[in-house]
Antibody
């Protein structure tokens, strides 16, 4: 059973970089059956796709965040990561790392989510 | 970008009643790439329906999905107490995922 676990600071200062890592167990990051991503949810609000990365390293980002986002993989550690630069209070959200079905593009597995608060 | 609009925003119903949730896309969406999720407070969303009408593993048959083009529907035939939650639709096109704003199904 594929499992995902987010890790990273729960508090980030405005203008700094939010960095999160997702560790995968029960599967290999580098196989073609996997497509990975990040989704966030501000408190009390809906879901927003941040971006995704294929096993081959190709990335796709939400146009509204593209200028500030980088998603990367570390196959040696079976992890993928999110960096969001120049954060503001509007970036405060629960962040989920996810496995996306590679042909039908629904979210098949979710991490438990981690709250990142942007505040000085 | 495809915008998904869900309505109503809130649905107030009693256990045993039928719930009909709508998801409208700003442009035509492939049914293959339309999914529904359920989210309860403090939990990650859970996949209910993929491909517009296929129930995910372990999802009770009181949940059903339908629709095509720009109009999709999630129906819960008889609400159980555990079904009161927020429901989201999601689509994929042009290498992007988008979600609807959600429908909250609350106890009347």
């Amino acid at each position: 059973q594929l499992q995902l676990q987010e890790s990273g600071p729960g508090l980030v200062k405005p203008s700094e970089t939010l960095s999160l890592t997702c560790t995968i167990s029960g599967g290999s990051l580098s196989t073609s059956t996997y497509y990975w991503g990040w989704i966030r949810q501000p408190p009390g609000k809906g879901l927003e796709w941040i971006g995704s990365i294929f096993y081959d390293g190709s990335t796709f980002y939400n146009p509204s965040l593209k200028s500030r986002v980088t998603i990367s993989v570390d196959t040696s550690k079976n992890q993928f990561s999110l960096k969001l630069r120049s954060v503001t209070a509007a970036d405060t959200a629960v962040h989920y790392c996810v496995h996306i079905h590679p042909r039908m593009y629904y979210v098949a597995h979710w991490g438990q989510g981690t709250l990142v608060t942007v505040s000085s | 970008e495809v915008v998904l609009t869900q309505f109503p925003g809130t649905l107030s119903l009693s256990p045993g009643e039928r719930a009909t949730l709508s998801c409208r896309a700003s442009q035509s969406v492939s049914s293959t790439y339309l999914a529904w999720y359920q989210q309860k407070p403090g939990q990650a969303p859970r996949l209910l329906i993929s491909g517009a009408s296929s129930r995910a593993t372990g999802i009770p048959d009181r949940f059903s999905g339908s629709g095509s083009g720009t109009d999709f529907t999630l129906t819960i035939s008889r609400l159980e107490p555990e079904d009161f939650a927020v429901y989201y639709c999601q689509q994929y096109s042009n290498s992007r995922l988008t979600f609807g704003g959600g429908t909250k199904v609350e106890i009347k």
